[in-house]
């Protein structure tokens, strides 16, 4: 089965850090390039943060840049975002899938996990 599963989320302190997971399964994720979105409640979808397939090429949104990590296991088909110095606009539901950045055409995204960033 060709999926994505997200995981990693959770409730944390402005300032702290999380790592982002993203399984795949039924599919090689460096066969794409793949990144991470995410949606908070009233606001439009951004784009976080992507990986290339042939190059590792890596790009970031700019609300993130310069605090959030893309990164890929190969051998662990797994996606991953480190996210540091965390924010409350931060707050939202983070989901992976390929064909990064349009994220129209491609495998995911999966049911999202979410981060809340709050004191």
């Known amino acids: 089965q060709v999926q994505l599963v997200e995981s990693g989320g959770g409730l944390v302190q402005p300032g702290g850090s999380l790592t982002l997971s993203c399984e795949a399964s039924?599919?090689?994720?460096?066969?794409?390039?793949t990144g991470w979105f995410r949606r908070a409640p009233g606001k439009e979808r951004e784009v976080v943060a992507c990986?290339?397939?042939?190059?590792?090429?890596?790009s970031y949104g700019a609300s993130v840049k310069g605090r959030f990590t893309i990164s890929r296991d190969n051998a662990k088909n797994t996606l991953y975002l480190q996210m540091n110095n965390l924010k409350p606009e931060d707050t939202a539901v983070y989901y992976c899938?390929?064909?990064?950045?349009?994220?129209?055409w491609g495998i995911g995204p999966g049911q999202g996990t979410q981060v809340t960033v709050s004191s």
């Open positions: 899938a390929t064909d990064c950045p349009r994220f129209e």
């Open positions: 039924g599919f090689t994720l460096d066969g794409y390039a």
């Open positions: 990986i290339s397939a042939a190059d590792n090429k890596l």
